[in-house]
Structures are given as C-alpha cells and as structure tokens.
C-alpha cells in the first residue's frame, strides 16, 4: 500500500544526505506547484510526490524535532489529495491520505482503519498546527 515516488536510490540518497535533501524537497514543491499552474495536475502529483516522500524519510531522520516536517507532510497529502481530484486519480487519493496518517500517526491504529473523511479532517488539523 506505500505511495512510491522516488526511486529506491535516490530514497538512499536521501536518507545519506538529509541536509542536502531539504533544497530537494523544496524544489519539488515548487515545480509542483508551477505544474499546479499550468493545470498539469498528473506531473503536479508526480511532483508533490517526491516532496511528500522526502518529508517522510525526514520525519523518520529527524524524530526529536518534527512538528514542521509533520506540518509539511500533512498539508502536500492534502494538496496530492485535491490534485488527484481535479485529474480524476481517485485510486492514488486515498493511498496517499492513508500513507500520510500512518507515517504522522503510527501508534494510533483506530486512526489507520479510520475513512477518509476522518483521515482527511486529522490532516488538516496536522496542517493547521
């Protein structure tokens, strides 16, 4: 059920290199957003992907100082979540949204099993925050 955007090497790469992985992080969240722009919502996805990963291996790195790398994860799952919306990609939609609560919620299985709609409102609580 993972949501795979990077590949196996640069997941690697990223997790050998976690300082350097941040300017990636961001420059997929921007060429995302300009694929957003243009109404190019399935290379937008493929975009946001990559920076949703980066952000979980991150999350994962980095366990004593999460809140911005948690914000960061729930509020590009809610953004793949509208985009798959507008490029009708309703399969890949609830695969991300459940992969978001489980990496930002792993101790909490009712959350895990829970809908979308739930999943959906503990993002954006995550994403407020």
């Known amino acids: 059920m993972q949501v795979t955007y990077l590949s196996r090497q640069k997941a690697q790469w990223i997790q050998r290199h976690p300082v350097s992985a941040l300017n990636f992080l961001m420059n997929s969240e921007l060429v995302g957003e300009l694929h957003a722009t243009n109404g190019e919502y399935k290379d937008a996805i493929v975009q946001y992907g990559c920076a949703f990963e980066i952000a979980s291996i991150l999350l994962k790195i980095y366990k ?66």
């Open 64 to 129: 004593s100082n999460t809140g911005p790398l948690r914000k960061k994860i729930a509020s590009l799952a809610l953004t793949i979540y509208r985009l798959c919306i507008l490029s009708q990609t309703k399969h890949q939609r609830n695969r991300v949204i459940k992969q978001a609560i489980f990496d930002l919620f792993p101790n909490q299985p009712l959350l895990n099993q829970s809908s979308i709609n739930t999943a959906l409102e503990a993002l954006a609580s995550e994403a407020k925050e």
